[in-house]
């Protein structure tokens, strides 16, 4: 049990030489022992429980979260006892990891399990393993590539929000009065709930009837002007929703490169004659570009979750032109109680994330390379 | 040969050096005014619509005391105006209770996080672990790619696993799950935060016979303070704003403000003011934390993505 987790001693760390009796060691060993059967047990038990082998046991899986709460003390405390000093630093690192494998691990092989089912709340009998239906029925949903495809025009509007936001950070690390101020301002949007950013943007100010920007429009001429009725113009505006509650996070991350770049060289680019732009864009963009990959790399993997704003002000609308694969799959779960189908589509989503973000994260790493 | 360049050369180039930097001003602050409305009409659009009644809307005033007079009635049907403030109403008891379920989940969660998030980044930052073929790195890229996992994948799961847990439409349930999302964010600010602290701090203490544990409470703790605080309070922006899991695990003991903020939109009308009185009552923490917590976070949002 000890090797769960070796650690090679930091000899940056002065240990004090400290003796563990082998008594002590048992003890460590037993506790963890100990723990480890209980857990198993009551896990069991439930486990025939639920498949209707025996009615003793609880009537609901709680205990067995408790179990497993008082197995990851026990791991923990053993392994002090069993290493002392040497085991302190598994002290530090165990409850996250701990409480991150239990999260994380047992949902994903749960949602493994589920996808592969006919699942459906609202169907009387039960869910039963169907094999490959619901993938084949995925690669039949044209609703669903419908929404892959909005993700890449979303993914796209990121380069968008990274140029504003640049122009933003360029802005507020000029020589301005009222910086803090237009900071503070800045960043307000990314405060809000995309819940009530919602309503209170696409729900009223872009209303068609009284809301300002619509009675804007009107004035201008535009004669009956609908933000979320046709395709473009209504994916248009949920990325422009998107981009105000997002653009904050990515000025804020510029403005921080910005403030770090060394001011000498800008100081020499003025003094040999270089315009403003001229040096923008051979000394400030360049220097600029690793705290700028990392920036819009973090803001795409936050994108590929977008769907607050979409479920709450077009649910997808217009006949999908705004449907994020999150949303899609919300309203799977929510007005149709697919559960198997929409596990499997996240699942598949999932896989296309990872696979997408593992490409970006090597183009990166290999394109940051060759420009340094 | 600006000395023998005649003088009205000179001050030619002077004005027009003057009026290139005037105009340069004009532009800069023209923008940032120009940005500082987009940012700010929204909510000041929000905020006085709260007080608006229904002919207010409809012939869209914008200005309060100018071409409209405010009326408490948007906060009246939250029970939430002046005169009802004081007096139990189903209406206010709802809202106080969403706003408290808000409170719990995002505060705990926060405190939850930055307390096993802080052991773990320290740890992470100090010692070297091995875990079968992993080493720190590979634990720390553990940790941060649960922040691509989207929430679709986890929801289905956990729906049935706290079904069985008896902890679905509870503050316990929604306080795990923002824990999860807010750790990977939390560690990646606290390994930093350690990292810029020299290890001699300790390694002093640590000579002095203090235990680990004594030199991380005592010493290195208060320094890393202002990470910890900027951690908590982003992870309490993030899970106050948590829309996703809190629609799908909670139905009505344990419903959170945005969830209210959601039911209400496709409810009504023109029912505005109540919705504006809404959506402002529940941005309000928020702003607040943006205008006097700013720097932190700031602080947050930067931690290791600029070096």
Redo the contacts between chains.
Sequence with gaps: METI????R?D?????SYHISAGRRQAGRGLILLASLGFAAIFLLQFLRAIGETDIGFA???P??YAYVIWSIALIAGQVMIRG?RG??A???L???L??IA??I???F??LY?AFTDWNLSSLTGRHFNGLDNLRALFADSYFWNAIVNMAYYVLAVLVQYAIAF??AL?LN?E?RGRKF????????????????????G???LEY??G?VA?FARELGWDIPAFFASPWIARASIMAMDA?VSIP?IM??LL??LQ?LPGEVLEAAKVDGATGWQSFWKITFPLMLP?SL??VV?RI?FE??L??IV??VTAGGPGGATDT??SF??RE??DRSN?GY??M???F??VI??IF?SLLLTLASRWMRRVT | MTAVAPVAARRKDDAARRARYVSGRVVIYGALIFWAFISLFPIYWTVTTSFKVAVDVTQGHLIPWIDYTPSWKGWRSLGLSPDTIFQTSTVRDEFMQRFENSVLASVGASLVAVIIGSLAGYGLSRFEYKFGPWRNKDISFFFLSQLILPPVVLAMPFLALYKELALLDSIVGLLLIYTLTVLPIVIWIMRDQFGSIPRELEEAALIDGCSIWTAFLRIVLPVALPGMVAAFILSVVLCWNEYFFAALLTSSDAKTLPVMVASQTGSQGINWWSMAALSTAAIAPLAIIGIFLERYIVKGLTAGSVK
């Design positions: 987790l070796a650690l090679t930091d940056r760390h002065p240990v004090a609901n899986w709680r067995v979260l000093e302190q630093p002290v530090f690192l409850p996250a990891l409480f991150t999260m994380v047992f949902p994903t749960f949602g589920i122009a933003l802005l000029a301005i237009f900071r503070v301002v800045f960043l307000m949007p990314f405060m809000l709930s995309p819940v009530a950013v919602s309503w209170m943007i729900k009223s100010i009837r009284f300002p009675s105000w996070f804020i991350l921080a490169g770090a705290v990392t920036a973090l993997i590929l979750k769907a607050d479920i709450n694969v999150s799959i919300y779960y929510r559960v929409g596990t589509l996240a699942e989503y999932l994330i990872i973000v």
